[in-house]
């Protein structure tokens, strides 16, 4: 028999998260404290949930157009007018996509011929190699320094361009590092964009949640609007991950490929989650705040307690993560979550699942309760001790 595979698939790198948490899961163990998951710990907000509730008592279990619902793309135009000043126009440019994930697999698609090159900063959301490869691109790293705070400069960017160079992954608000990126950040980086004719795939799926400054978007910054595919959802801001509802939206002659992707391979997002996200963008504001004010808290907890812990960890801004740096214990990433999973029941992830430039960090979130994270906190004071009295024997 000749083999059933696609080499490209097989050849695909398994999610270093879920290998990590598959090892949690074979603990089967309750004293396990995983800060791991990247998901907001609140429910999805009553009046959201209501909705979608009424929707389905009023049988409203039919397809959509493939494109959205029509009220549901114009919110989304109008938060974005209302949030970011951008604006799109919800009949040709803007697509409802079954999460952001969608949105990015499918953006990458109509973008890319084989052998285009798409850059991806990392660390990273582990999503963005995969579907170049599967679209057929050459995905081209580019590592972000912790001495930059993670974020990507303008002469990063440059240095890692050649001429088959297409598209820019843009990852901010990050996961796993929680770093952002300002305007004059995006402004330069803007420059290398125009010069080398690129176009911009900006992930924004954590725009909400930043606690510097209002999150800014690339596609705001002059002469990048035409160049970029705005990619956010309604996951992390509304606590609504299991509805699995995103959105892309860009130049008409982009989205309306992206449409024809998605109309033959998903046909329309799920109905009912269409519905509650209509009441998310109308009504969700303040329950946006509430969440954000609160991991804030938890934010600042946990940079206090590194501090006192004497472990190195620069502010992050935006997201719900912290990333630690535990390079002075002369150990891999992986080892040093293992060892602190298996001697204090602490899941946290390596930093090398998000690319090799996350070697000596971990990934934290604090999408949970400050009491967990107080819990979690001791333990990691002790596992950090313990491991400098045995550098000194």
């Known amino acids: 028999m000749r083999n059933p595979l696609a080499e490209k698939v097989v050849e695909l790198k398994p999610s270093g998260i879920r290998k990590f948490f598959d090892l949690v899961s074979e603990m089967n163990d309750p004293d396990v404290i995983s800060l791991g998951v990247g998901e907001p710990d609140f429910d999805t907000p009553w009046h959201i949930r209501d909705e979608g509730i009424y929707s389905l008592e009023k049988g409203r279990t039919f397809y959509t157009s493939n494109s959205g619902l029509k009220e549901l793309r114009q919110e989304i135009c109008r938060y974005l007018k209302r949030k970011q000043g951008l604006e799109y126009d919800p009949i040709h440019e803007v697509l409802v996509t079954v ?22 900063p990392q660390p990273s959301y582990v999503s963005y190699e995969p579907c170049a490869i599967l679209a057929g691109a050459t995905p081209v790293i580019i590592n972000l ?10 002469q990063e960017l440059e240095d890692a361009i050649t001429e088959k160079t297409k598209v820019l992954i843009l990852p901010f608000p990050n996961n796993p590092t929680g770093a952002i990126m300002e ?8 420059e290398v964009v125009a010069k080398h004719d690129l176009f911009v795939l900006s992930d924004e799926i954590y725009a909400e949640l930043t606690y510097k400054e209002k999150h800014v978007s690339i596609a705001s910054i002059p002469g990048m609007w035409e160049r970029t595919i705005l990619i956010n959802g309604f996951s992390k801001a509304y606590a609504m991950t299991g509805w699995r509802l995103g959105f892309a939206c860009g130049p008409k002659a982009i989205i309306e490929q992206m449409t024809k992707i998605h109309q033959f391979c998903i046909m329309c997002a799920p109905t009912t989650s269409q519905y509650a996200a209509v009441d998310a963008l109308k009504n969700g504001d303040e329950d946006i705040a509430q969440m954000r004010m609160s991991y804030n808290q938890r934010r600042r907890f946990l940079l206090n307690a590194f501090k006192e812990m004497g472990l190195e960890c620069f502010e992050p801004y935006g997201a719900f993560y912290v990333f630690p740096c535990i390079k002075e214990f002369g150990m891999t990433s992986e080892e040093f979550a293992g060892r602190f999973l298996e001697e204090e029941k602490v899941a946290a992830v390596p930093g090398t699942a998000f690319g090799d430039s996350g070697e000596g960090y971990l990934r934290i979130s604090y999408a949970y309760s400050l009491e967990k994270l107080r819990v979690a906190m001791d333990r990691m ?11 000194k024997k």
């Open 99 to 120: 999460g952001g994930s969608e949105a990015i697999d499918i953006g990458l698609r109509a973008l890319v011929n084989p052998g285009d090159e798409v850059l991806i």
């Open 145 to 154: 320094k912790g001495e930059n705070e993670f974020r990507l400069t303008a």
């Open 183 to 190: 305007q004059k950040d995006l402004e330069e980086i803007a």
């Open 381 to 391: 004071a002790r596992f950090v001790k313990k491991l400098r009295e045995e550098q």
